[in-house]
C-alpha cells in the first residue's frame, strides 16, 4: 500500500473524486494497531455557486476525521 503524495491532491477536484474510491484511509496507533478504511463514496464540488455546500461538507468530512483520529 503507497501513500499519495500532496502533488495527488493538487489536481483538480473532479480528477482527484473519483480516483479515491478504492483507496483506503490508515491509521497506525501508538500501541502498534492498524486500522484501515476503504473509501467507498465520494463527493466534488467546484465553484461559487456550491460554495457553501462545499464547506459543510468539508466541515462534516473534518468532524468525523477529529474522531477517527481521536
Given at each position: 500500500m503507497q ?33 484501515r478504511y ?18 459543510f461538507i ?13
Open positions: 501513500k499519495l503524495s500532496r502533488n495527488f491532491f493538487k489536481q483538480d477536484v473532479l480528477t482527484v473524486a473519483p480516483a479515491l474510491l478504492g483507496k483506503f484511509l490508515v491509521r497506525k496507533f501508538e500501541d502498534g494497531h492498524i486500522e476503504r473509501i467507498t463514496e465520494v463527493e466534488a464540488c467546484r465553484g461559487e455557486m456550491v460554495l457553501l455546500s462545499c464547506q468539508i466541515f462534516v468530512v473534518y468532524l468525523h476525521a477529529l474522531e477517527f483520529f481521536n
